[in-house]
């Protein structure tokens, strides 16, 4: 695995891979890697002749009260699992190099960008448009993968590559779950033992609500009433939203019935977890 830094070096070691292998499949993330991110590296290798990867902490997704600075960083773990991924290359740039001093482009995706997490969150999905677009500009990958897990971003990301026409195919791959249900995160390890078991009721919430639309519930309002009892069992968990969306606008839906996102945020302790998960259309 090549290990790049500069944008001069990512751009011939891009140009080497692509005459070399073919294809790109790139998976950005913020390193603390875990199962989630594997997999996304998994779905890039069987899709893509070389599967580059990039390490940002970015801190222009950040709110000032949020948790930049103690962000879990664990690089050389982090390069030890994307050795045995078999991934290509690796981008790991310094925030200079993102974002040079006097850089002052944003994009911003109106609408969406104030939806779920971006109403608690204020300018967060800039952060993540922006830098999005900046990575895909430096790696060019073919297609890039990102998790079910931020369903909110997915959409932010998937209306911005509509929008720009960015040459990238999108890839978007089923959460996964540590043994007992509870999305896997970075920010899990900042969990005590008691918040960890506490952690669930997200994933309870989701399920529960799940299982109502199995009876035959199609109300919006009535699934949002059952989550919202889930969590009041755990009055220590503070809930951001709890939220019945279209997949693809995060605009409330009155009904089910044509397929729906189920999505929850809420802090445990002070870490602020989410979850989600996608109502197929009724047939
Ligand atoms: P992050 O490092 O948290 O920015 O995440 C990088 C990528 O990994 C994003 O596309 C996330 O959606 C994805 N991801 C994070 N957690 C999971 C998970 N539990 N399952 C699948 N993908 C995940």
Redesign the pocket.
């Known amino acids: 695995m090549q290990i790049v830094r500069t944008l001069a070096e990512t751009r011939a070691a891009v140009r080497a891979l692509r005459a070399e292998k073919g294809s790109i499949g790139f998976?950005?993330?913020?390193?603390?890697?875990?199962?989630?991110?594997r997999?996304?590296v998994q779905a890039a290798r069987a899709r893509c002749g070389a599967v580059a990867v990039s390490?940002f902490v970015?801190p222009t997704q950040f709110g000032p009260n949020e948790d930049f600075s103690r962000y879990p960083r664990t690089f050389a773990e982090d390069c030890e699992a994307l050795r045995e991924e078999e991934v290509d290359l690796l981008f790991a740039p310094e925030v200079a190099t993102m974002y040079p001093a006097d850089a002052v482009t944003v994009v911003r995706v109106e609408g969406l960008r104030d939806r779920l997490d971006g109403a608690s969150r204020l300018g967060h999905f800039d952060g993540v448009a922006t830098v999005v677009a900046n990575l895909f500009q430096i790696v060019q990958p073919d297609a890039a993968?990102?998790?079910?897990?931020?369903a909110a971003?997915?959409a932010v990301l998937r209306r911005m590559v509509r929008d720009l026409h960015l040459p990238v195919e999108m890839a978007i791959?089923?959460?996964?779950?540590e043994a007992d249900g509870l999305?896997?995160?970075?920010?899990n390890r900042y969990l005590s033992p008691e918040e960890r078991r506490q952690a669930l009721v997200l994933w309870r919430a989701l399920q529960v609500a799940e299982a109502l639309v199995k009876n035959g519930e199609q109300k919006a309002e009535r699934l949002l009433e059952a989550m919202r009892s889930v969590f009041a069992a755990l009055p220590d968990v503070r809930v951001d939203y709890l939220a019945v969306v279209d997949a693809d606008t995060l605009l409330p839906v009155q009904d089910v019935r044509r397929g729906a996102l189920l999505a929850a945020a809420a802090y445990v302790g002070t870490t602020r977890l989410i979850d989600n998960l996608l109502l197929p259309p009724e047939v």
């Open positions: 998976v950005p993330t913020m390193g603390a890697l875990h199962a989630g991110h997999s996304l390490i970015n993968f990102f998790g079910q897990k931020d971003q997915v791959c089923p959460t996964v779950r999305a896997m995160s970075s920010r």
